[in-house]
């Protein structure tokens, strides 16, 4: 007759850490062969530590196979998570190291002219906005008094080559207003 113990079905976790160890020991019953002389039960556990302490956990010879399994996919993933690690402290080191080799970019000092500072504006702009922009820095530069976008246009564009709407469209679009 099967017993309830040996017909139930076993669940083991699929991953797990820490070793698999055979556990000989003595029962404690007086009248058991293992209570005299050098013969002990074997049992096989998980031994693992935690917040280093090592420890046990009991195990029956049903769920040692799973356990092997769960020990050794623990173990793959470990390994391909330190590569990945790895892989990833070379191409870190790699890039800083290239880098540093480099030649110096040129020093983004004290700009020298004012065609100078606009263009350190110019990654910000498409092209025809850029004109259009440098067009109000000259205006702003020159316009006497109050500093306003019409009288930037009046001195700047005097012809009136674009419409107004385009510079005040522009000057609504541009970055750092
Ligand atoms: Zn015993």
């Keep these: 007759m099967m017993t309830l113990m040996t017909s139930k079905r076993t669940w083991v976790p699929r991953m797990l850490r820490g070793s698999l160890v055979t556990l000989r020991r003595r029962c404690g019953k007086p009248s058991c062969h293992c209570a005299q002389g050098d013969q002990?039960?074997?049992?096989?556990a998980l031994s693992y530590s935690e917040h280093g302490r090592t420890r046990v956990v009991m195990l029956a010879e049903s769920?040692?196979?799973?356990?092997?399994?769960?020990?050794e996919r623990y173990r793959a993933a470990k390994t391909e998570l330190e590569e990945q690690a790895s892989t990833g402290l070379?191409?870190?080191t790699?890039?800083?190291a290239a880098e540093r080799a480099e030649p110096r970019r040129p020093a983004t000092g004290p700009v020298t002219g004012f065609g100078a500072l606009l263009g350190l504006t110019r990654a910000?702009?498409?092209?025809?906005?850029?004109?259009?922009?440098?067009?109000?820095?000259?205006?702003?530069v020159c316009a006497p008094g109050r500093r306003t976008i019409t009288a930037?246009?009046?001195?700047?564009?005097?012809?009136?080559?674009r419409a107004h709407d385009a510079y005040h469209r522009n000057a609504a679009t541009a970055p750092g207003r």
């Design 40 to 44: 002990r039960h074997e049992a096989p």
């Design 63 to 71: 769920d040692v196979d799973a356990v092997t399994a769960a020990l």
């Design 90 to 92: 070379a191409a870190l």
């Design 94 to 96: 790699e890039r800083v």
């Design 124 to 140: 910000g702009f498409t092209a025809p906005s850029f004109a259009i922009f440098t067009d109000l820095m000259a205006g702003w």
């Design 152 to 161: 930037m246009i009046t001195v700047a564009d005097p012809a009136g080559r």
